[in-house]
């Protein structure tokens, strides 16, 4: 029988725009285990999360609004002869069937200038902004550890 595909993107936003603890999805990007740091009013925050692509077209992660910072930016940490650096990212690539971890040490978004402070159990709202033009609201769960837990929970390094 028929599937009404609006109908479904319809539903699947709607659950994306309220604070599911599941995975968000927005047509083939879904976004799991999104979690921040506790942080200070007026300093940075940081954010982690798991995107996949389970689309059959390249994405890319271009931007990224909060209305809880002054700005976001997209960076990548990378460690060359035992130095780590950041550097700011234009766009992240997402490949068809593929995902990207943003997680410490690596990928991770930076939350500029907080206009409040970030407790454990509080929420840090953000819209992800696709190549495609797609948008995706997301929010982070502020904790200590990597909020609900990646099922290689067990293999994490000393982080």
């Known amino acids: ?8 993107a319809g539903l699947i936003l709607g659950f994306a725009a309220t604070a599911q603890a599941g995975p968000h999805r927005g047509g083939g990007i879904e976004v799991a285990a999104p979690w921040s740091r506790p942080a ?4 940075s ?3 982690y999360l798991v995107l996949a ?3 059959r077209s ?3 992660l271009v931007k990224v609004e909060s209305r809880a910072a002054r700005a976001v930016e997209i960076h990548r940490a990378s460690v060359t002869g035992g130095v780590m650096s950041m550097a700011a990212q ?3 690539e997402i490949p068809a069937g593929g995902s990207v971890s943003f997680a410490p040490g690596g990928y991770h978004l ?3 200038d907080l206009t409040r402070t970030l407790k454990p159990g509080d929420r840090l709202p953000a819209t992800l902004v696709f190549a495609s033009g797609r948008r995706l609201a997301v929010d982070f769960a502020v904790g200590t550890g990597g909020g609900p837990a990646p099922a290689a929970a ?5 982080h």
Request: net charge positive; glycine share 22%.
């Open 53 to 55: 692509n389970r689309g």
């Open 154 to 158: 067990g293999s994490r390094m000393g």
């Open 90 to 92: 234009a766009r992240v």
């Open 45 to 47: 925050g940081v954010g």
């Open 110 to 112: 930076m939350f500029q």
């Open 58 to 60: 390249p994405e890319a």
């Open 40 to 43: 200070v009013a007026g300093g």
């Open 1 to 8: 029988h028929m599937r009404h595909p609006a109908l479904l």
